[in-house]
């Protein structure tokens, strides 16, 4: 681990050292965020310089003399992904000066005096987002100059003298609007897809549970019929059982009514005998319940030893 921390820290001196040896004398070389910035505005530069350090990744040549960008101005600097080079009196790039960018992400070129543009380059330059062309004399922007440039969020080609160019920006605009056109169509099918099931979901937890509490209570209500209608049978019982002892007692009743009506009227029903032998006193009497007598009704049979004379 200990050879592998120095052979980083030797790299790291030899990057930096490099960086500060290949700066040029009229610029800044610095690091910073992981970024080698090289500051050469405000110089009177005439030249794009020379010795930049080939890690730089942003170039900064704005507010100078420069009149004109050579080829192999940038030819050791491929890692450049910023270049702004406003405010010169640049009158001509030379045609594929700027194919070696291909990192380059925002070009600003604005506030100089080109009347052309070397169109072709920008067919290299496929990482671009960001170019500001205003404040020129361009006359002529080619029909499908950006066409290759599908990373472009941001293009400025205000302030030309040319009418031609304001009229191809809207064009270059618009073609750009069927593409918004079909992300937001995407989307809303995507959010429509995604929120159609959970919806349903919902919809079946909330029907589920309400139809089982709708069926719990159901079942209350029922047990609470039965519970009621349970008590009502307990508390009525005895009363019932009562009314049938009294419908009971007035059917007994009214039977031993009858039955004394009738030994009124049949003095047959009741049967004694006598047989006695010697004294009263000596009898015996017995009794026995007749069939014919009524519900109550007790028939006395009387033996004893007394015999009657004979005639």
């Not at 700066?23 to 992981?34: F, L, M, Q, V």
């Not at 500051?39 to 704005?62: F, H, I, M, Q, W």
């Amino acid at each position: 681990m200990a050879a592998a921390d120095i052979l980083r820290f030797a790299l790291w001196i030899i990057t930096f050292l490099s960086s500060i040896l290949c700066c040029p004398e009229s610029c800044t070389c610095s690091d910073k965020y992981g970024r080698h910035y090289a500051e050469c505005s405000y110089r009177d530069l005439a030249k794009v310089p020379e010795g930049l350090p080939p890690n730089v990744t942003t170039v900064s040549l704005s507010a100078n003399l420069i009149a004109m960008i050579p080829l192999g101005s940038f030819d050791n600097v491929t890692q450049v992904t910023s270049l702004w080079m406003a405010r010169n009196d640049i009158s001509s790039i030379e045609e594929g000066s700027l194919v070696p960018l291909v990192h380059l992400r925002n070009f600003d070129i604005s506030h100089n005096k080109m009347a052309d543009f070397p169109w072709g380059d920008l067919l290299n330059l496929t990482a671009l987002e960001m170019l500001k062309m205003n404040h020129n004399e361009l006359a002529h922007l080619p029909r499908d100059a950006f066409a290759n440039l599908k990373n472009l969020r941001s293009l400025r080609l205000n302030n030309n003298r040319g009418e031609d160019c304001e009229v191809q920006v809207l064009f270059a605009t618009r073609r750009r609007v069927p593409n918004l056109l079909i992300i937001i169509s995407v989307s809303i099918c995507l959010l429509t897809v995604s929120t159609v099931p959970l919806l349903g979901a919902t919809c079946f937890h909330l029907v589920y549970k309400y139809r089982s509490k709708t069926y719990r209570l159901i079942l209350k209500a029922k047990d609470q019929y039965h519970l009621e209608r349970n008590l009502n049978l307990s508390m009525h019982a005895p009363v019932r059982e009562s009314q049938r002892k009294i419908n009971e007692y007035e059917v007994e009743t009214e039977s031993v009514d009858d039955g004394e009506k009738e030994a009124d009227t049949e003095e047959s029903i009741v049967t004694e005998s006598f047989t006695c032998k010697g004294n009263v006193d000596d009898c015996e009497m017995g009794s026995e319940y007749s069939d014919r007598l009524p519900l109550g009704a007790e028939a006395v049979n009387i033996t004893s030893n007394y015999r009657y004379p004979d005639d």
